[in-house]
């Protein structure tokens, strides 16, 4: 079977799930966005720059699976690169293609643009191997093998790769096979599996008081169905770290919360610290997800459930997949009698009696405002802090990027994710200061006419570095824009509403035209609060910050 080099890259692409490129056209990709016009299977959507269009595969991953953009040689892949940072910090897998240019002109290192003219074609590939997990260059002989590779590696380990598709062999015709693609998931050695799974049912036992502790890995390796059975089951209560907040039914009794060190709810804290079996699914305790380093959890209590292999109690059982060890535990429980004990811990629902227009007003009504199936992203500072607090209703889904904390991250990611799941309501929550980074995007939401409920919270400044160090220091300071008017300047359609929010009528009528079910535009709701207005963690968290990086004879305090 024969077709163009380039439409069996496509191919292979939707084959894995992918509908949709993202990306900046430039002279060295446009043979192949050629390919995207005519009988391609996945369409090209044009993104206002490049970071952009990596966040929006980035976005779109997190709902598809998959994502994948494309960008211009030299000047395109390294305005991408933070994109492809955060993707692999996050563990997003997302597949970059970089328009190379001609394979002549590689081989004879002509001194073209958008390179050093120094005759390097490898400096590029450097630099983006230090954020992907393979990387390759086509020619007619490799593509094949290569492409294949490439998506395969992308999908074990859940990171970027980077493939680069010189300008000249886009319509070459090669010989390809005529089977898809099969994402395969790797087997487990089967004497440790067992003895894994011998081992996790004693530790389990009900007087260990055993809890789960879920990180992002299980979403992204499909296990959260496997652990909600397990959980109910068992009566085994779940909680998660904060990156990886909405990924698991927050709906039931068994959900604790949040769980950040000494920074969580006690009702949360006092479930893992006093688990003698605390069961990890994929932990990464960074600074964000354990209030800088405050967590108690004794290597000898915790069963560590990774990707690839299992530690239980500081010993270690390697060859064990994570996804075959949690479905084969699941599917001996599945004809069980769920246990009806009430749980140990429920999460409490905080309530406010502050009346007056403020944050905490703010997010108590968005508690009654979000609905299930909602997807839901919050930007790193002040809109994550106050999202991050909410009770997901079933099926709604939350996303961050507090890892990385990229700011701007949020918007171009909406863009994916509308993309990806336009059927279902989307919801941002995003500060002035981050918005003034990729608000270029709202024009890509509209030219295609998406509907996404963005919530803009003015508080004049970055709020979260106020509160870590310059509360009043003008570094802090960003310029005042006429935001509620951007949805006009950046698209000529009537494609939006906009609304200006500065007390609770206001707040109240921004809201009724969001829930309207009928509504066929994007609301767009600029939220002015004063710059110190802040959610009480968020203040908790910065103090923290503002010790560990500066110390005590740090600016904070210049008298020490």
């Known amino acids: 079977m024969q077709m163009q080099l380039g439409q069996f890259l496509l191919r292979r692409l939707h084959e894995v799930g992918i509908e949709h490129l993202f990306g900046v056209p430039g002279d060295f990709n446009l043979s192949f966005l050629e390919q995207t016009l005519t009988l391609s299977p996945v369409k090209f959507i044009n993104n206002c720059n490049e970071l952009n269009a990596a966040y929006a595969a980035d976005g779109y991953a997190r709902c598809k ?11 395109g892949d390294l305005s991408a690169l933070n994109g492809l940072a955060g993707a692999y910090a996050e563990n997003i897998p997302v597949i970059h293609i970089s328009g190379l240019p001609p394979l002549h ?17 490898d400096n ?13 260059r086509l020619t007619p002989a490799n593509a094949v093998i290569e492409i294949d590779r490439l998506l395969q590696s992308c999908w074990l380990e859940r990171r970027p790769v980077h493939l680069q598709l010189p300008s000249d062999i886009t319509h070459i015709m090669i010989e ?25 049912k004693r530790e389990w036992q009900p007087e260990n008081r055993p809890v789960f502790l879920l990180d992002n890995d299980a979403l ?35 959900y604790l919360g949040v769980y950040a ?6 009702a949360v804290s006092n479930a893992v610290h006093q ?10 305790l960074t600074d964000c997800n354990t209030g800088l380093f405050s967590q108690r959890i004794d290597d000898a209590k915790l069963v560590a459930l990774r990707r690839f292999d299992v530690a239980i109690n500081g010993a270690q059982f390697p060859g064990v997949m994570l996804k075959e060890l949690l479905g084969k535990l699941a599917a001996q429980l599945a004809e069980r009698e769920a246990d009806t004990r009430i749980p140990q811990s429920p999460l409490p629902v905080s309530h406010t009696s502050d ?31 106050g999202a991050s607090n909410l009770r997901l209703p079933a099926g709604a889904r939350y996303h961050s990027q507090i890892i990385w904390g990229s700011i701007g991250f949020t918007l171009p990611a909406l863009l994916g994710s509308q993309v990806a799941q336009p059927a279902q309501r989307h919801l941002l929550f995003i500060g002035d200061g981050s918005l003034q980074l990729t608000v270029q995007e709202l024009s890509t939401l509209l030219q295609h006419q998406l509907t996404p409920i963005i919530f803009l919270i003015n508080n004049r400044g970055y709020t979260i570095e106020r509160l870590i160090l310059g509360e009043s220091s003008s570094y802090n300071d960003v310029n005042e824009w006429h935001y509620a008017q951007l949805p006009s300047v950046l698209d000529k359609g009537d494609n939006a509403l906009s609304f200006i929010v500065d007390d609770i009528p206001s707040l109240d009528q921004a809201l009724q035209a969001a829930a309207d079910p009928n509504r066929n535009k994007a609301i767009f709701i600029e939220i002015r609060f004063s710059p110190l207005d802040a959610p009480p963690q968020l203040k908790q968290f910065a103090k923290r910050f503002a010790e560990y990086d500066y110390g005590n004879c740090g600016p904070r305090n210049p008298n020490h």
């Open 220 to 254: 992204r390796f499909g296990v959260v169905d496997f652990i909600k059975i397990i959980a109910e089951k068992l009566n085994i209560p779940y909680a998660v770290l904060p990156s990886a907040k909405g990924i698991i039914h927050e709906d039931s009794p068994l």
């Open 176 to 200: 390809v096979p005529a089977e898809p693609l099969t994402l395969i998931e790797p087997k487990s050695d089967p004497q440790q599996l067992a003895h894994v799974m011998s081992r996790l």
């Open 275 to 284: 688990s003698h079996c605390v069961i990890g699914v994929g932990l990464r």
């Open 124 to 136: 590029i590939g450097r630099c983006v191997a230090e954020f992907t997990v393979a990387q390759t």
């Open 261 to 266: 060190g000494q920074a969580s709810l006690s």
């Open 65 to 75: 699976g998959l994502g994948a953009f494309v960008t211009t040689w030299g000047v």
């Open 105 to 121: 002109a590689v081989n004879e290192r002509a001194l073209l643009h958008h390179t050093l003219v120094d005759g390097d074609y």
């Open 355 to 385: 009346l007056s227009f403020s944050q905490a007003y703010f997010w108590q009504a968005i508690q009654r405002f979000i609905q299930p199936e909602d997807i839901i992203f919050g930007e790193a500072g002040t809109a994550h802090s």
